[in-house]
């Protein structure tokens, strides 16, 4: 019996410790899922306002609704074409295709595409979270970090803004990678290490700007991973690669080398695709670009801190940074660097958090100027965790050398994800239209000529000419300030835009001195030489038309809308063999446009020369025109009707002028109108329509 009382003491023992231990799992559980509803309600309930906001006026347009590819939605050739050709002046193969699978899902409502940012960044919060556990064993510092990255109000612009969604799309991807990470330090596998490389690619075809991420996973082998240094870690060190030889840290770097090839390979393929845009603009002087980017790590900080004054859009302070603000700004980095490599041991935190804020930041802060911005709120959306794990984990060890902080912590925190989530609720409700958003960004940023001229462009849609004329204006007297090259092709479009404004409201001549302006700041402009051609038509000026839109197609030789103006001025000279040709390339440039089609039908079916016209030819084409157009199109039914007369389908020929003379009545076309009665009364005698002209 004495040998028996131990065995049933330590099975009660054991019994216990197993009851405890699965209520310890329980409470975890319980307190882990607790966390993932808690993220994504302040997520939801920042950016949810965002379903109900429209597309903006700031490359929504290159990414999804004047883009026919993205708006034809999830197809074989768009997904061939994602892969192969660059989309918006970036090669981003799977942030095209999402896309195009949102256009697939919700057409061009806006909505659902800003539901689909809200959803990516709801992931990639949540992915955080579970990283940073996975990596800490710290759920509650987790959580912080991951509450800090939901509702930051500079991430406003990477969520709220459809075009951004290269950043949430390649968060999901990052942070998926640095969970395959985590899983592969704790036991490598080649399997492992493959879905690591597989996961970075996809990161990389979502958002180049994640090339250091190789470097950021050598800052985690650091901390917390902890595969440098000889703690004993649920995580392994690299096996040396050469006989015992080589280091942990060199096993480390050689571990990441195809990493860093693939890092490689998206430089290079970014950098190609970014030069041969069309409209690449010339670099700003190094010194000016070393100097905004060394200031612009301290602006980040200041906006971490103090996030007031927001806008989607920050002029480049080109040369007029005072020396000692540059001096100042490195003297701190320097400073901050030298602290965190010093305080390594004691806080690793503030070495791998540092170090990833920087190195992050590199692919984007200017260095390599892209646009004339001088920084961006998006481009924190990642680099920013590093702040945050300083901060998170740096007041923490604060707290645990001052006991009764606690109290004062557990007020002070949430007082400040509230006030963070309530000014990040502010910022995003901006980003509703393109008309608020550009007005704050005046009203929080000076001399913002894009502000001005992406307001211009606004006006020009409601019809407000004299206001749109005001923008442009002052757009162009900003920049008349910027006399550096890099700002020419900028400069141009804004003369351009101001020329085209002062065209629509009756004033040529003024027009055509900003016309010429244009021209003058960028003579390779084929826009300015396309859109001063049409005013010269106007004006009754073929030949000056027709060498303009000639220059046009020397610089364009692909300008589908060129080649078309360039048939009609050949047609009003009687040019019609010319103006055909002109026709049928606009036709295979451009397959969806109606007007090329209708413009060939009318020659081939009234033309008096019996030699160019082809009755079969004719129909065919009006036919496709007017299905193109949906049938609204007055002038394209009325081409249809004369194509039909030509090959003596009369009866068609009637209903089809009628259709046209009606709708051109209830668009308030009455010449047009006219011109189809007159017509009516051939066909309704048999006879087909002879014109030298398009008519109205």
């Given at each position: ?679 009516l009364l051939l066909y309704r005698a048999s006879i087909p329509l002879r014109a030298n002209s398009f008519g109205d």
């Amino acid at each position: 019996m004495a040998v028996r009382h131990p065995i049933v003491n330590n099975s009660k023992r054991q019994a216990r410790d197993r009851t405890s231990e699965s209520l310890r799992s329980r409470r975890t559980r319980s307190l882990t899922i607790a966390v993932y509803l808690a993220l994504t309600a302040i997520t939801v309930a920042v950016f949810g306002q965002a379903a109900r906001h429209q597309f903006v006026n700031f490359d929504d347009d290159l990414y999804v609704y004047d883009s026919p590819v993205i708006k034809a939605g999830l197809t074989i050739n768009g997904i061939l074409l994602a892969f192969t050709s660059p989309h918006a002046r970036n090669w981003h193969p799977l942030t095209t295709i999402s896309h195009m699978l949102d256009c697939q899902l919700w057409g061009l409502e806006a909505g659902g595409h800003h539901v689909t940012n809200l959803f990516l960044h709801t992931i990639a919060v949540l992915l955080l979270f579970t990283v940073l556990r996975q990596m800490t064993g710290a759920l509650w510092k987790s959580a912080l970090v991951a509450a800090l990255f939901a509702v930051h109000p500079l991430h406003v612009e990477s969520v709220a803004w459809v075009s951004e969604r290269k950043d949430v799309l390649s968060a999901v991807f990052f942070f998926l990678m640095l969970s395959a990470y985590a899983r592969y330090a704790r036991a490598p596998s080649t399997g492992r290490y493959l879905l690591v490389g597989a996961l970075f690619a996809a990161g990389l075809m979502s958002k180049a700007m994640l090339v250091t991420a190789p470097m950021i996973l050598l800052l985690l082998d650091y901390w917390p991973v902890r595969r440098t240094a000889r703690h004993k870690t649920k995580f392994k060190a690299p096996t040396p690669v050469v006989s015992g030889q080589s280091s942990a840290v060199s096993s480390l770097i050689l571990e990441k080398l195809s990493l860093l090839a693939l890092s490689t390979g998206a430089c290079v393929v970014t950098f190609v695709v970014q030069q041969r845009a069309v409209g690449a603009i010339p670099p700003l002087p190094l010194s000016w670009r070393v100097e905004n980017a060394v200031v612009s790590y301290l602006i980040y900080i200041w906006q971490t801190l103090w996030p007031r004054r927001l806008a989607a859009f920050y002029p480049h302070p080109n040369d007029t940074l005072a020396l000692w603000q540059v001096i100042l700004a490195t003297g701190l980095l320097l400073a901050i660097t030298v602290i965190a490599v010093v305080f390594r041991t004691k806080r690793p935190y503030l070495f791998t958090g540092w170090l990833w804020y920087v190195l992050m930041l590199v692919p984007v802060i200017g260095l390599v100027q892209v646009g004339e911005q001088g920084h961006a709120d998006r481009y924190t959306y990642l680099p920013h965790v590093g702040l945050f794990l300083i901060v998170v984990w740096g007041v923490a060890d604060v707290i645990q050398a001052r006991r009764f902080s606690w109290r004062v912590a557990a007020v002070t925190v949430p007082l400040v994800i509230f006030a963070l989530a309530a000014t990040a609720f502010i910022q995003t409700s901006y980003w509703r239209d393109g008309e608020t958003l550009w007005t704050h960004a005046l009203a929080v940023t000076s001399d913002n000529d894009f502000a001005h001229n992406n307001l211009g462009y606004l006006c020009i849609d409601s019809g407000q000419l004299d206001k749109a004329i005001s923008h442009f204006e002052a757009a162009a007297m900003i920049r008349r300030g910027k006399t550096n090259k890099h700002y020419n092709v900028g400069s141009a479009f804004v003369e351009m835009n101001l020329a085209d404004a002062l065209a629509r409201k009756g004033e040529s001549d003024e027009a055509m001195v900003h016309y010429q302006q244009a021209i003058n700041l960028e003579p390779n402009y084929g826009d300015a030489y396309y859109n001063r051609g049409n005013l010269l038509l106007a004006k009754g000026k073929i030949d000056d038309a027709i060498a303009d839109w000639e220059k046009t197609l020397q610089l364009q030789p692909n300008d589908a809308d060129a080649h078309t103006c360039l048939g009609n001025a050949l047609f009003r000279k009687g040019s019609l063999n010319e103006a055909i040709a002109h026709y049928e390339t606009a036709l295979a440039l451009a397959p969806e446009d109606p007007r090329s089609r209708n413009n060939l039908a009318w020659i081939l079916a009234t033309s008096s020369d019996g030699k160019i016209r082809d009755a079969g030819k004719a129909v065919e084409f009006a036919q496709q025109a007017v299905a193109i157009s949906g049938g609204k199109e007055p002038q394209f039914l009325r081409t249809l009707a004369a194509a039909y007369a030509e090959s003596g389908r009369f009866p068609e020929s009637i209903a089809a002028a009628q259709q046209a003379a009606m709708i051109a009545n209830m668009q308030g076309k009455p010449r047009l109108a006219n011109n189809v009665e007159k017509d009516l009364l051939l066909y309704r005698a048999s006879i087909p329509l002879r014109a030298n002209s398009f008519g109205d």
